[in-house]
């Protein structure tokens, strides 16, 4: 099946029982069992539910792993994620990952003794002179956010590998659309479903998908014990979400080299950050493992009175945090998604206060670059 098929054919395809064409909502909390312990696959729906089950189906295919996993959000995947490992154990993170990963492993994780490493995971150098006897996984986000660093994933997964490592990855930004991560050596493949897979704004959610069965009974357990599930009404946007998944990614992809097209000739903007340029230093990887550079794009325009002034002036860019979505965003980082990064921090991963990050919807484009335009006169 080619992706695009799979979209809408992949994981469960409408009911068996009645011929809906449209997968049902089952909200249900409980099922009847035949008899002690006999029933048909499902108990309580923590455990299983059938509508969030064809969702964690449909993301295993797509993303070609063993077994699919959807959690009430993206930091929730992340975090039953993080629960495969114990106290003691050591993972190596990408240094400019979202600011809720950060925030989860340098906060939260770090109480219960899940230590961590935030590296420039474009260098294997670097991660190599990172690993630790108990170092136990490689987590890599790619392309990152917001300044769409890209990460070589069949190499440093292959590096992982002679380590012993497991190796995530966050693929939100690329989607299995353009990225399967896991056919490139990752173990591990998790979204946040809130952006691009969902793709209207109206969910918040998490994927996940693991290559191996060991794993997949593992998080299974994780995320039976711990509860972090996604419901059926919101399974069920994302299934009818990921329907359009192909034809959104064509429209923003579209879109986007045009309006990067329009920055780079645009005097108020200093620096553009975007992997489909050929002057971004990764963009030859980007080209080789992903079939889209995605429809985000960051660029600096000075500081923070400038872009303050953008942001007050657009009207098509709806001025929010998270991405993805048929609307187009705009962003502030340094004050909004990645306000929980300390700020030398920020200083350090080149997040400046006139840094501004947008996500490129599939209005018009000639709307979109008309709106830039007078925003930044
Ligand atoms: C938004 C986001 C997350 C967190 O997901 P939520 O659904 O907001 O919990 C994780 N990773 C990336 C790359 C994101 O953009």
Not at 18 to 30: D, E, K, L, M, R
Not at 111 to 117: F, H, N, P, V
Not at 234 to 247: C, H, P, Q, V
């Amino acid at each position: 099946m080619k992706r695009k098929t799979k979209l809408i054919h992949g994981g469960i395809p409408g009911d068996q029982t009645t011929g809906a064409v449209s997968f049902p909502i089952y909200q249900v909390s409980t099922y009847k069992q035949q008899d002690v312990g006999v029933h048909k696959g499902y108990e309580y729906s923590r455990t299983g539910n059938p509508t969030r089950f064809a969702l964690e189906e449909l993301i295993k295919d797509l993303e070609e792993g063993k077994r699919g996993f959807a959690f009430g959000s993206g930091m929730a995947a992340i975090t039953a994620v993080m629960m495969l490992f114990s106290s003691g154990d050591h993972i190596i993170l990408t240094d400019d990952v979202y600011g809720g990963t950060y925030r989860v492993m340098n906060k939260v994780l770090n109480r219960i003794g899940i230590e961590s490493t935030f590296v420039d995971t474009t260098d294997l150098d670097v991660i190599k002179a990172a690993i630790q006897p108990n170092t136990k996984a490689l987590y890599i986000e790619t392309p990152t956010n917001p300044l769409l660093k890209v990460t070589d994933i069949k190499a440093s997964a292959q590096l992982a590998k002679e380590h012993d490592l497991l190796t995530i990855v966050d693929n939100t930004f690329s989607t299995p659309y353009w990225q399967t991560p896991l056919a490139l050596g990752a173990d591990i493949v998790l979204h946040s479903a809130t952006k691009y897979l969902g793709g209207h704004s109206d969910v918040v959610a998490g994927l996940v998908v693991v290559n191996d069965d060991q794993l997949a009974d593992d998080l299974h357990f994780v995320q039976n014990s711990t509860g972090g599930i996604l419901g059926p009404q919101d399974s069920w946007l994302l299934i009818r979400g990921i329907k359009t998944l192909g034809l959104r990614m064509e429209a923003h992809e579209a879109n986007t080299k045009k309006i990067v097209e329009f920055l780079s000739e645009n005097e108020s903007v200093k620096k553009i950050y975007y992997p489909g340029l050929e002057t971004h230093p990764q963009h030859a990887i980007a080209k080789q493992q992903a079939e889209g550079f995605g429809g985000m794009v960051s660029f600096d325009v000075g500081s923070a009175e400038k872009a303050a002034e953008v942001l007050g002036r657009v009207k098509y860019f709806t001025l929010a945090e998270s991405l993805g979505a048929v609307e187009s965003l705009i962003s502030v980082p340094a004050k909004m998604t990645h306000a929980s990064i300390p700020a030398e921090r920020r200083a350090e991963l080149g997040i400046t206060d006139g840094l501004i990050r947008i996500s490129v919807g599939i209005e018009d484009v000639e709307d979109l670059i008309e709106d830039l335009k007078q925003a930044l006169e």
